[in-house]
Each structure stands twice: as C-alpha cells, then as structure tokens.
T-cell receptor
Framework: DAGVIQSPRHEVTEMGQEVTLRCKPI?????LFWYRQTMMRGLELLIY????????DSGMPEDRFSAKMPNASFSTLKIQPSEPRDSAVYFC?????????????FGPGTRLTVL | DAKTTQPPSMDCAEGRAANLPCNHS???????VYWYRQIHSQGPQYIIH???NNETNEMASLIITEDRKSSTLILPHATLRDTAVYYC????????????FGAGTILRVKS
C-alpha cells in the first residue's frame, strides 16, 4: 500500500517567491498533519486537519503560511512570500482518526531551500 | 514542550538487543507513550505505542513500568539499519493530536 506521498521532494527557490508543497494522505485516513523540521527547532507541528477541516493552526509561524485541504486525498501548504528562514524539511503525516490512540504515519518530506 | 527525558546517545552491538530508556515522570493517566525513529534524511517512522500494558509488534517491544513513570523500547536483534534517532513521546487525551518531539536518543549500531 502507498504511504503518505509528498511533492516535490526538493524545492529550491528565491526569497520572495511563492512555494506550494503538496501531500496525499494514506487512503481512508481522516486526519492530516503538517510538520516542519529544522536544526534549531527540531520537529514541530504547524497545523492539522480532521475530515478536511483545520482544527489547530497554532503552530503556523505567521500569515505568510497557509494550508488547505480541499478533499480527503489532497492538501497543500503554501508560503507566500518565502524567506530564507523558511528553509527546512516539511513533513506531512496522516492518521486514521484524531485522538492520542491513533498513530501518525509520515511522508518522506519536502526539503525546501530559500535563497 | 517535550514531557520525556532520554539519553542523548547509545551504542549497541549488531545482533544484540538494544534497550532504549525513557523517563516520563509527569505522565497522566490518559496519556500514551509513543516511540518513533528517524533514519537520516527520512520521515519519522512509527514504531510502537502503549498506554498501560506492555506491547509487542514486529519491530519492537515496549515495556512500561507499573507506575508509568518510565518505559523501555527494546529492539530484540539490532541491525546496522536500526541506526537512527529514537524519539519517546507522551501524547494525551482525546484531543492529544500533537506529537511533540524532543531531542531523542541517537542509537548507533556497530558491527
């Protein structure tokens, strides 16, 4: 079975450009999570959705970041405009349902470099 | 903030059992203990989780003390491919959707 799929795997862009990261969760999973990993801050949750509805976006760093989930099989994380400090690996994860008893499965990540 | 304490690094000989400790002295009754690992440049990989009882799956065993203040992840026969950062995470309640990752333990399996 396919796991969580993310695209692109690598993205290099210039400061000020718009960046869109994409995620396809595991089929049948109702919860989707976006995480960011940097050397300084480690892995941190940005936002999560349940049944396509954003539940907690308290981890989104600022208004330049936005996330959508138009349907159960697709989500995007957009950064506009991008800045060098946004350089990180962005992971998408999904779980069968929300709640602490449901394990989250992670995708391979998108490595973003903003020059 | 992470609610767990783990040693920063450990070594293990290939073929031997790797026992990774985790302290979570402030854990609440409805909080789970989760273990993930991250192999270099890959996404975190789910290993196992438990609430009160010991758990075992095809990857590992999780031993939780009776007072639930600490636990041990056991990889029964470590291989070189088990070299990774291992994260112990306490995650709680019906709305405990966040996985809060600490620094983890770097496990080095050596031949």
């Amino acid at each position: 079975d396919a796991g969580v799929i993310q695209s692109p795997r690598h993205e290099v862009t210039e400061m000020g450009q718009e960046v869109t990261l994409r995620c396809k969760p595991i089929s049948g999973h109702n919860s989707l999570f976006w995480y960011r990993q940097t050397m300084m801050r480690g892995l941190e949750l940005l936002i999560y959705f349940n049944n396509n509805v954003p539940i907690d976006d308290s981890g989104m760093p600022e208004d330049r970041f936005s996330a959508k989930m138009p349907n159960a099989s697709f989500s995007t994380l957009k950064i506009q405009p991008s800045e060098p400090r946004d350089s990180a690996v962005y992971f998408c994860a999904s779980s069968l349902a929300q709640g602490a008893g449901n394990e989250q499965f992670f995708g391979p990540g998108t490595r973003l470099t903003v020059l | 903030d992470a609610k767990t304490t783990q040693p920063p690094s450990m070594d293990c000989a290939e073929g031997r059992a790797a026992n990774l400790p985790c302290n979570h002295s402030t854990i609440s009754g409805n909080e789970y203990v989760y273990w993930y690992r991250q192999i270099h440049s890959q996404g975190p990989q789910y290993i196992i989780h438990g609430l009160k009882n010991n758990e075992t799956n095809e990857m590992a065993s999780l031993i939780i003390t009776e007072d639930r203040k600490s636990s041990t992840l056991i990889l029964p026969h470590a291989t070189l491919r088990d070299t990774a950062v291992y994260y112990c995470i306490v995650r709680g309640g019906e709305y405990g959707n966040k996985l809060v990752f600490g620094a983890g333990t770097i496990l080095r399996v050596k031949s």
